[in-house]
């Protein structure tokens, strides 16, 4: 039980450097704020995105790392998530939700939880067809899948009298959270929340690990075969977990919602699903700490090249970014697969030598 | 050891949703009133997207064949072709504009090649020990990093390259009957059809193109006879950034060229190339026409941005019944 | 070891091939196949490579499907079953090729095994319920026993496959056992093992015999095979030609000629 006991260490520690930089912002002691001890490169609002990619991140990383199946387009069902939140608290009129139910202050809870639900239900029914698949042909099905959901968004789901999702330029004016009469918000509140659920999402991921399900699911990546003669359910067990990373996504895109207060479709295509592999990939893809390690990192890696290139290479500035990161996922891929946490990582780790006398 | 279940669609089923699809568009277009001359324009459109996407889906296919990756970068030698050519076509060179546009192409072309070939040297040659999975990651990365290349040399803006016939913007068109033909597609069925017969002639006739059909079938024995497998990929690289800039550079001026114009065109010739088993030149080229005119049919019915959708509906759709594609090829391949 | 005879005398038979063909595209691997299995007894299935008696495995644990007739355990028909719910009725086995769970220990392989007798579920495993904490901790405590019985428990904790081939085998052997199956399908176990590791997989399989465990063996090693087996099958070339005791397969001609036609019965591969 020693792992767990060092887990649980850096589980406390995480908290209580949360609760700390919370306090920080929230006081200002001395006019001392996070940006000005960093340099200006690690705000909250960066530290809030880092907590959302965390809770889709540990999703990933179980489905990815563990139980081997490769998804390229998770992005989708965290723009699912954080569309079903932002069409059912600000377009509430074209969907017919009456004004009292809109403003309760439980009301973006239960949307956030019914999306989360929704979406996870609908990734069971995908999961259960798709997963039938291996290796590139599975990647490919979820990036087009992926693809397909942006477009989908974007074009106003197709109905564009209701308009539901805001075509390109998406949904605004979502409201902040608040439990009862308090406010989550300013935004030290907010990051306090989101870190919680990320934490939380960390600790159950953790668990799952650690267990049967977890077994089964690394037994399912290591040979399916093997698995299913010892009675995993393996169809079953795939879907569940990509059921469960496709909640967790929604509900990371549900925060994200309230926390940016708009949101359009360009946040939820191609790239940023690729983005989620690379995090995925820097932090360790088959480890649960691996997630909030990796998103940090790129997030800082992405902040540094966004503002200190700007000193080397006068004149640029995002277009950087995007070389920046193809070629740190090419990198990351051939001369790191194990990523921060050490781990090796999933369906991208070297083909296991054939074993055997002959 | 076979590890995998059957699909859950017999492969027969695809035969018959193809024509299934085709008719249950043809009826939706009556609704909209749609008669012969609109469904003959849908199909020469059709057949004009068609070949596009044949060149850049032989593209994915010549890699495959002799390298076994899904080369995402792709889309970007797409790209690449009809960007450079409007860069260099922009410099005043002491030659007439025709001249001048045939330079620039056959520079952008070569150029191009060479990124092809670095691409194989520096992203995917290193990562050869790895996972397959990992190979076409590493793919995606320089197909996002040449992408951002553009971003950086050309900016986010649309460029124009002119049609060919006229050297201007506008292009010539003619009709037959009702139906309306631009000049260009011309271009482009010639250029396509030359490219698929010197790229058939390649591989059947000269000795490259054998060693490189050698190490498709088999890479060991292949480099048993002395057939330099490395090298091979090289030109099997090489040739799919030729193939993929032609694609660009003849079809630029209907599309105005734009850094990140490789990506759906690159997927979309993927699914072509994927009805064609991934191995075939034939399967490819019918799969292309037949996605650029189902497409075409799916766009003229539905709301324009939804144009896109059926692509991947039809990859995912093709992924589940057939992975393997019309070509045939074994059921039952483990990942 | 129970009498061969006794036990047909009284009982039906546990696992039941009856006609079956298998094949793969136009290549036919079995070709109208019968055998029975009897509770209890240890079952032998030999044959020159290529016989086809791997592919029988794969049929009977519903990897594949046969082309034409029927596999029965314990009465029951089990053609058109997933492979995990012909493992529940309670058959397990061993590949020819070991088909353990790299990147997990000994231990967590083994736990892989005890799968079935487990409940817990994904929101018993996310919330770490009492039933959950409560399985793992019997799991864990049975895991262990078992590899102590199978002389495993000084690697419990290592990768495996950071272990010897040989080992590798029994590990694979306790992780079908763990699963506590009625019969157990062992493809080659004795393939590539040194002579002492032989003697010890020997004492195994004997072992299983006397707990109660049904055996189904394919083994090359025709001295292992003999020595263990009450009952030996022999598989040519996608045809069954022989059935019997060990003593009387030995002296069989079709077996003799078999093997003749082939150098000679291989003792590893």
Redesign the interface.
């Known amino acids: 039980m020693k792992r767990l006991s060092s887990s649980t260490r850096a589980f406390l520690l995480a908290a209580a450097l949360m609760v700390a930089i919370g306090w920080l912002e929230g006081a200002r002691p001395g006019g001392l704020s996070l940006p000005r001890l960093t340099a200006g490169l690690v705000t909250l609002d960066l530290l809030i995105r880092a907590g959302v990619f965390t809770i889709i991140l540990v999703g990933l990383n179980l489905l990815m790392g563990y139980a081997g199946q ?1 998804s ?1 387009g998770q992005a989708a069902f965290y723009g699912m998530g954080a569309f079903f939140s932002a069409i059912l608290t600000v377009k509430t009129r074209n969907v017919g939700i009456p004004p009292a139910l809109a403003g309760a202050w439980w009301w973006p809870w239960l949307v956030m939880g019914l999306g989360a639900v929704m979406v996870g239900g609908l990734a069971y029914l995908i999961g259960w ?2 997963l ?10 979820t ?3 992926g ?2 959901v942006f ?2 968004l ?2 106003n789901l ?1 109905l ?1 009298r209701l308009d539901l999702t805001g075509g390109f330029d998406g949904v605004v004016g979502i409201p902040r959270l608040r439990v009862g009469a308090y406010p989550l918000w300013p935004v030290h509140r907010y990051f306090l929340l989101v870190w919680a659920v990320a934490l939380a999402t960390v600790a ?1 991921g953790l ?2 690990v650690d ?6 699911l ?2 399912i990546h ?13 169809p079953r067990y795939k879907a ?1 977990i990509f059921a ?1 990373s496709a909640a967790l996504a929604s509900l990371a895109g549900s925060l994200y919602a309230h926390f940016q207060a708009a949101v359009v479709p360009a946040t939820f295509g ?2 940023p699903s ?1 983005e989620l ?1 690379l995090m995925s990939a820097v932090g360790g893809m ?1 480890s649960i700490w691996g997630a909030p390690l990796g998103a940090l990192a790129v997030l800082l890696l992405e902040e540094l090249l966004r503002t200190r290139l700007r000193l080397i290479l006068p004149g ?1 500035g995002g ?12 990198l990351v ?2 001369f790191w ?1 194990r990523g921060l946490a050490g781990r ?1 990582s999933g ?6 030598p ?5 | ?1 076979p ?3 059957r ?2 669609l017999a492969g027969q089923w695809l035969g018959g949703v193809v024509p299934l699809l085709a008719v249950g568009l043809v009826l939706w277009g009556r609704r909209h009133g749609f008669g012969p001359t609109e469904y003959l324009q849908f199909l020469v459109d059709g057949l004009q997207a068609g070949a596009i996407y044949t060149l850049v889906a032989l593209g994915f296919v010549v890699v495959h064949r002799v390298t076994g990756i ?1 080369n995402f970068a792709q889309g970007a030698f797409v790209m690449l072709g009809p960007m450079v050519t409007i860069t260099i076509y922009g410099r005043d060179w002491p030659l007439p504009p025709a001249a001048r546009l045939l330079l620039a192409a056959a520079v952008a072309v070569g150029l191009t090649a060479v990124v092809g070939v670095a691409v194989y040297r520096l ?1 995917v040659h ?2 050869r ?6 190979k ?3 793919t ?10 553009a ?2 040399l050309w ?1 986010p803006r649309s460029y124009v390259l002119p049609a060919f016939s006229t050297l201007q913007m506008a292009d010539r068109t003619f009709a037959l009957g009702d139906v309306l033909f631009k000049v260009q597609s011309l271009w482009i069925w010639a250029t396509t059809g030359v490219a698929v017969a010197l790229l058939t002639l390649f591989f059947e006739r000269t000795m490259l193109g054998k060693a490189m059909r050698a190490c498709a079938a088999d890479r060991l024995a292949a480099r048993l006879v002395g057939v330099r497998v490395d090298a091979m990929a090289a030109v099997a690289f090489a040739l799919a950034a030729v193939l993929g800039a032609v694609a660009g550079i003849v079809v630029g001026p209907l599309t105005r060229p734009t850094y990140d114009m490789g ?1 759906e065109i690159g ?1 979309k010739g ?1 699914v072509a190339a ?1 009805m064609g088993g991934l191995v075939s030149f034939q399967g490819a080229v019918v799969g292309a026409l037949l996605l650029g005119v189902l497409e075409t049919l799916w766009a003229g019915v539905t ?1 324009a ?2 144009r ?2 059926f692509a ?2 039809v ?2 759709l093709l ?2 019944v057939r ?1 393997h594609g019309f070509a045939g090829g074994e059921e039952g ?3 | 070891m129970p009498s061969a005879a006794g036990t047909q005398a009284m009982s039906a038979p546990l696992l039941e091939v009856r006609q079956v063909t298998k094949a793969f595209g136009g290549l036919v691997a079995l070709q109208d196949v019968s055998l029975a299995v009897w509770p209890g007894q240890i079952k032998g299935l030999i044959g020159p490579n290529g016989a086809g008696k791997t592919t029988l495995f794969n049929l009977i ?1 519903g ?1 594949l499907p046969p082309l034409r007739g029927d596999i029965l355990f314990r009465g029951g028909s089990i053609v058109g079953l ?3 719910r ?3 009725l309670g058959i ?2 061993t ?1 020819q ?8 220990t000994v231990l ?1 392989n083994v ?3 005890f ?2 007798h ?1 409940q ?3 929101l ?5 319920s009492p039933r ?1 904490r409560r ?2 901790r019997e ?1 864990r405590e049975r895991a262990l026993g078992l590899l102590e019985e199978f002389d495993l428990l000084r690697w419990a904790h290592e990768p495996v ?1 950071s272990l010897p ?1 040989g080992r ?1 085998r029994v590990v694979e052997v306790a ?2 056992v763990a ?1 506590a199956p009625i019969l157990v399908l062992l493809d080659e176990p004795g ?2 093992l040194s002579g002492a590791e032989k003697v010890r997989l020997t004492q195994v399989i004997r072992k299983l015999c006397q707990d109660g465990v049904t055996v189904f063996l394919v083994e090359h090693d025709m001295e292992l095979m003999m020595g263990l087996a009450d009952e030996v099958a022999v598989l040519d070339h996608t045809v069954l030609i022989a059935e019997g005791p060990p003593a009387v397969i030995q002296s069989h001609p079709a077996v003799i000629a078999a093997y003749l036609g082939e150098a000679e019965p291989t003792h ?2």
């Open positions: 490769v390229l067809v798709i039938r698949l291996r290796g590139h042909y599975l990647a490919m099905a990036l087009g899948l693809i397909a477009i989908v974007r074009e197709g564009p159950l668990n799952i267990s049967r399900l977890g077994r089964a690394r037994a290591h040979s399916q075969l093997a698995a299913e003669t010892l009675g995993v359910d393996a569940q469960t191609f790239v690729l592999v088959a640029t277009e950087l970014e995007a070389v920046a990161f193809g070629l740190l996922l090419i891929l051939l697969p090796v369906p991208l780790r070297r083909p296991t054939a074993r055997g006398a002959g | 050891m590890s995998s279940r699909s859950p899904i992203a290193p990562a020990g790895a996972s397959l999975l990992t076409i990651m590493i995606v990365g320089v197909y996002v990093a040449l992408q951002g290349m971003l950086l900016g990506l997927l993927f994927v709301l941005g939804f896109d959708l991947f509906v990859l995912i992924l589940l992975p391949e483990g990942s | 644990t990897i997933p492979p995990y012909i493992a529940d397990a086995r590949f090729n070991v088909q353990l769970f790299a990147g997990m967590e736990l892989v095994g799968h079935r487990m817990g579920g994904l018993d495993a996310a919330f770490r959950m399985e793992e799991v496959e081939f590798q992780r079908a699963a393939a590539g590893a591969p």
